[in-house]
């Protein structure tokens, strides 16, 4: 008796969710999309791997500042 119930309880959801399918008129249909997104990069071998190896510059806050004053760019400071 038990089974019976949970086949019949497993059916009326089956039923629902194929009525809710059916209610849906967007299935199926083309959508509309805007352009795709795209972005020019560099080629790979322009890029650098950093790892525990790699010896890098140290940097300082004035050393920063100065860098993104100088392309124009806001640091975290100028942003509010």
Same mark, same amino acid.
């Given at each position: 008796? @038990?089974?019976? !119930? ?12 194929? *009525? ?10 083309? !959508? ?6 795209? =972005? ?8 650098? $791997?950093?790892? +525990?190896?790699?010896?890098? *510059?140290?940097?300082?806050? @004035?050393? !920063?500042?100065?860098? =993104?004053? +100088? !392309? $124009?760019?806001?640091?975290?400071? $100028?942003? @509010?």
């Amino acid at each position: 008796m @038990h089974s019976a !119930v949970l086949c019949q309880a497993r059916i009326k959801s089956v039923q629902s969710r194929l *009525q809710d399918y059916d209610r849906n008129f967007n299935c199926g249909q083309p !959508v509309g999309l805007g352009k795709e997104y795209t =972005m020019e990069l560099p080629a790979a071998t322009a890029y650098k $791997d950093l790892n +525990s190896q790699s010896v890098v *510059q140290q940097l300082t806050p @004035h050393a !920063v500042d100065s860098y =993104m004053t +100088s !392309v $124009d760019k806001k640091t975290g400071k $100028d942003l @509010h």
